[in-house]
């Protein structure tokens, strides 16, 4: 039995979840970090001197945070071989696009753009520091635009650990008020994520507590 740290709100949290519905692993998740507190307990920092979400501890294990570090341990232990390869070379091929999903797509917009848009009060909003993120961040998404149009998926032909890296941004990039270019191949991609049961449960939730509120 998985025993998770975390609040549904937070993205790593949910991308955690989403690849723990994907492998349907038996679990118990306890709210943590944000408005519900616990990371500041004497407790939780045994479990993560860092007083970050997520953690998980498997069984009787050692409590593991670092989300990439998650992921990783559950693909290694549970996934299936198409999700995440025994091969080295096909497996780097998919960690190499969940490592470049994790800093260059996750970065680039929750922080400059997610927390700018939806957790800064409007009157408070810098348009052109949005702006400048908007572009810095629609360049990378074009790498992963051209990438999907000639693979189906992220690191190749199969759903992978990379897709949950990368895909579990795209619910709340799409559904804030931000202009996005026309994408095909990424929208078409974002539609078949949805389709998904454990994208829809963990993923396409409501962030309404993280909005900001007027001062």
């Not at 949290?13 to 038996?26: F, I, K, R, S, T």
């Not at 074009?142 to 990379?162: H, M, N």
Request: glycine residues 6%; hydrophobic residues 45%; negative net charge.
């Amino acid at each position: 039995m998985l025993e998770i740290w975390g609040r549904r709100s937070s993205s790593n949290v949910q991308a955690l979840m989403w690849c723990v519905g994907e492998l349907a692993l038996p679990h118990v998740r306890h709210d943590a970090g944000g408005r519900y507190g616990v990371t500041e307990t004497d407790a939780f920092a045994a479990l993560n001197p860092n007083r970050t979400v997520p953690v998980l501890q498997d069984a009787d294990g050692p409590a593991i945070w670092e989300t990439g570090a998650i992921l990783r341990y559950l693909a290694n232990r549970y996934g299936s071989t198409s999700f995440w390869p025994d091969d080295p070379v096909e497996r780097a091929e998919v960690d190499k696009w969940a490592e470049w999903a994790k800093i260059n797509v996750a970065m680039g917009f929750t922080v400059p753009v997610f927390w700018r848009v939806v957790r800064t009060p409007e009157t408070e909003r810098d348009p052109a520091a949005i702006a400048a993120a908007l572009r810095a961040l629609h360049d990378i998404l074009a790498i992963a635009e051209t990438r999907i149009e000639k693979t189906g998926w992220l690191a190749g032909s199969s759903f992978t650990l990379a897709d949950i890296q990368f895909g579990h941004i795209l619910f709340r990039y799409f559904d804030i008020d931000i202009e996005r270019p026309n994408w095909s191949s990424l929208k078409g991609y974002f539609d078949r994520l949805m389709l998904r049961p454990a994208f829809r449960e963990h993923v396409a939730i409501s962030y309404d507590e993280l909005r900001a509120h007027p001062r």
